[in-house]
T-cell receptor, first 111, second 117 residues
Framework: KQEVTQIPAALSVPEGENLVLNCSFT??????LQWFRQDPGKGLTSLLL?????REQTSGRLNASLDKSSGRSTLYIAASQPGDSATYLC??????????FGKGTTLSVSS | GAVVSQHPSRVICKSGTSVKIECRSL??????MFWYRQFPKQSLMLMAT?????????EQGVEKDKFLINHASLTLSTLTVTSAHPEDSSFYIC?????????????FGPGTRLTVL
């Protein structure tokens, strides 16, 4: 059974720092991996989607990498801002299944 | 990307009542919809997969007689929490596959916050 783990569970950084969020999954036979952002009490916002054949995806200050063979992905946030404060969720999808989520990393960026 | 709506966004009910949550795909026909549940400070847990015109497939540990799912059309799926109890209080989120992102992308609704008193 696929399991997704995210480390750390929480992270606090001052504004302007670059940071890395980690995600690992137990079954490397994935179809794709997706990073989401969730604000308190809100739904999900998709940030980046990486197909199994890809190594990374970039969107603005965000860069997500995927090492399928080792079962790992990272989300790199450059020059963090207070508006980046949220919970970041990693999820993987296997063929024919729904996304399986990690528990998330709650990020707090102080000004 | 696809636009997915949920109604209501919030509901408060008394213990023992039933609550229906609607999930609509506004701009495309979704053959598959997923229902997730999220408890406070926890991640999203898949409850069931809803296929249009057929019975939903439930994940292990999810009571199908308590969480009734109906996917009667390609744009609407409903989740009914029957005889709700306080432990059912949670954030329920639906998701659909398809849309402009292709079948490999899941789009999520804004969620429904259920509070059972």
């Amino acid at each position: 059974k696929q399991e997704v783990t995210q480390i750390p569970a929480a992270l606090s950084v001052p504004e302007g720092e670059n940071l890395v969020l980690n995600c690992s999954f137990t079954d490397s036979a994935i179809y794709n991996l997706q990073w989401f952002r969730q604000d308190p009490g809100k739904g999900l916002t998709s940030l980046l989607l990486i197909q199994s054949s890809q190594r990374e995806q970039t969107s603005g200050r965000l860069n997500a990498s995927l090492d399928k063979s080792s079962g790992r992905s990272t989300l790199y946030i450059a020059a963090s801002q207070p508006g980046d404060s949220a919970t970041y969720l990693c999820a993987v999808r296997q063929a024919g299944t729904a996304l399986i989520f990690g528990k998330g990393t709650t990020l707090s960026v102080s000004s | 990307g696809a636009v997915v709506s949920q109604h209501p966004s919030r509901v408060i009910c008394k213990s023992g009542t039933s609550v229906k949550i609607e999930c609509r795909s506004l701009d495309f026909q979704a053959t598959t919809m997923f229902w997730y549940r999220q408890f406070p400070k926890q991640s999203l847990m898949l409850m069931a997969t809803s296929n249009e015109g057929s019975k939903a497939t439930y994940e292990q540990g999810v009571e199908k007689d308590k969480f009734l799912i109906n996917h009667a059309s390609l744009t609407l799926s409903t989740l009914t929490v029957t005889s709700a109890h306080p432990e059912d209080s949670s954030f329920y989120i639906c998701s659909v596959t398809g849309g402009t992102g292709g079948t490999d992308t899941q789009y999520f609704g804004p969620g429904t916050r259920l509070t059972v008193l």
